[in-house]
């Protein structure tokens, strides 16, 4: 149990809807990472944000936006929900910057399983 | 641009070595090793940091070859629980940014 948990475990929906996933970063954590890992595929950077700031920007969709709270908790926000959106979308946190860019691990949370039908 | 890992999958028996290769076109700063099981999360390995140097821990370890922007994954006396994929996360600056490699499948078998 790396200590970030994320909401809902699982989501089915349609085509067109919008779903919100949530993410709460291990004890600590300023930083929180999306990711997103179609089937059998590697796992395709989102966003970054540290303590409430969005710092890196992936491969994120116009259709998609997340945000950090003051809470450290993030949400990943997807609407226009298209079919090749099904994936497993990943949150990730680390320290942040006290540990140094470099060295900072990341820490991956189980994982929300999309699918839009 | 995504690093290159090799090979993208390899079967060994109980006991056997294997090394995984991550290659960038880019110089790198820092990698960082991953294992994942399948639809689960990606477990960390290891960091390893420009200058050569190599980590390990029990019988996983990794080299780091800054002049061929390449690393390496040693995994030795292979165990059936080190059986998942595993993905390389290269950053090419002081960013927290990591791209990962598209991933190797190990399978250890009895």
């Known amino acids: 149990d790396s200590g970030v948990t994320q909401t809902p475990k699982h989501l089915i929906t349609a085509t067109g809807q919008r779903v919100t996933l949530r993410c709460s970063p291990r004890?600590?954590?300023?930083?929180v990472y999306w990711y997103q890992q179609s089937l059998d595929q590697g796992l395709q950077f989102l966003i970054q944000?540290?303590?409430?700031?969005?710092?890196a920007k992936g491969n994120i969709l116009e259709r998609f936006s997340a945000q950090q709270f003051p809470d450290l908790h993030s949400e990943l926000n997807l609407s226009s929900l298209e079919l090749g959106d099904s994936a497993l979308y990943f949150c990730?946190?680390?320290?942040?910057?006290?540990?140094?860019?470099?060295?900072?691990?990341?820490?991956f949370g189980p994982g929300t399983r999309l699918t839009v039908l | 641009q995504q690093p290159v890992q090799s090979p993208q999958a390899v079967i060994l028996r109980e006991g056997e070595d294997a090394v995984i290769n991550c290659s960038s076109s880019?110089?790198?700063?820092?990698v960082h090793w991953y294992r994942q099981k399948h639809g689960e999360a990606p477990i960390f390995l290891m960091i390893l940091l420009k200058g050569g140097e190599q980590k390990g821990h029990d019988k996983i370890s990794a080299s780091f070859n800054e002049k061929k922007q390449q690393s390496s994954l040693y995994l030795t006396a292979s165990q059936l629980s080190y059986s998942g994929t595993y993905f390389c996360?290269?950053?090419?600056?002081?960013?927290?940014?990591?791209?990962f490699g598209g991933g190797t499948r190990l399978m250890v078998k009895p």
């Open positions: 990730a946190s680390s320290v942040g910057a006290a540990g140094g860019p470099l060295t900072d691990t990341q820490y």
């Open positions: 944000y540290y303590n409430g700031e969005e710092r």
């Open positions: 004890s600590g954590d300023l930083s």
């Open positions: 996360g290269t950053s090419w600056d002081a960013g927290n940014m990591l791209t």
């Open positions: 880019k110089a790198l700063y820092s």
